[in-house]
């Protein structure tokens, strides 16, 4: 039980266009979301925080409006980055918090060409 | 801001043999200390956890080792295997706020 289902698992896309990456609840309701992410042999580093039905909180140095992270519902958690550049390619990976731990998504590979 | 050290940063052991990483905190508000496992191209998984009102926690071949006054945790895998071979990642968190540590990169030697 407890899965967090992340799509896509991978996604290369140009430069100045936008991508999602979607984070699903399977069989619980996530009323929060982590948003991570982990450059080649690093650590996740905390991007934002999302609750359902009110805004993100961004960690400092997160532009807000380039990660924008949406959780409509209690089973769906959202991050687009927008008009991604180089840089922004990584490791992104989403994690709802659990009585007992946090439930990690598979993680999404973005490479921007 | 790295509220979680864990070193070695990168670990060699020989199969059979005892891998140890070990991680140390800050924040004396954090209450539960978990370590994940994560493989090339996949999300970190739970491999174990403690809060501090324990010392020792034992799960198979993984112990957690917690040290509250020193403020300071390790993982220890018994009997360490090839399929062992990942990064391994110590947290600390309180609530949801979780934070983790730089990660150590573990290489078990058939």
């Known amino acids: 039980g407890a899965v967090v289902s992340q799509h896509p698992s991978w996604v290369i896309c140009k430069s100045g266009t936008s991508v999602k990456i979607e984070c699903r609840s399977l069989?619980?309701?996530?009323?929060?979301m982590f948003w991570y992410r982990q450059f080649p042999k690093q650590s996740l580093m905390l991007m934002a925080t999302?609750?359902?039905?009110?805004?993100?909180?961004?960690e400092q140095g997160v532009e807000k409006d380039k990660f924008l992270i949406n959780h409509a519902s209690l089973t769906l958690s959202t991050l687009t980055v927008t008009s991604a550049h180089p840089e922004d390619s990584s490791f992104y990976i989403c994690?709802?918090?659990?009585?007992?731990?946090?439930?990690f998504g598979s993680g999404t590979r973005l490479t921007v060409v | 801001q790295q509220q979680v050290k864990q070193s070695p940063q990168s670990l060699i052991v020989q199969k059979g043999g005892i891998s140890i990483i070990n991680c140390a905190y800050e924040?004396?508000?954090?209450?539960?200390f978990p370590w994940y496992q994560q493989f090339p191209g996949k999300g970190p998984a739970l491999l174990i956890a403690?809060?501090?009102?324990?010392s020792e926690k034992k799960e198979g071949r993984f112990t957690i080792s917690f040290n509250k006054s020193a403020k300071q945790f390790s993982l220890h895998i018994m009997d360490s295997q090839p399929g062992d071979s990942a990064t391994y990642f110590c947290?600390?968190?309180?609530?949801?706020?979780?934070?983790f540590g730089a990660g150590t990169r573990l290489t078990v030697k058939p």
């Open positions: 994690s709802a918090p659990r009585q007992y731990g946090y439930t």
């Open positions: 069989d619980f309701q996530a009323t929060t």
């Open positions: 947290a600390a968190s309180k609530g949801g706020d979780m934070r």
């Open positions: 403690i809060r501090p009102d324990v």
């Open positions: 999302s609750n359902e039905g009110s805004k993100a909180t961004y």
């Open positions: 924040n004396t508000a954090f209450d539960y």
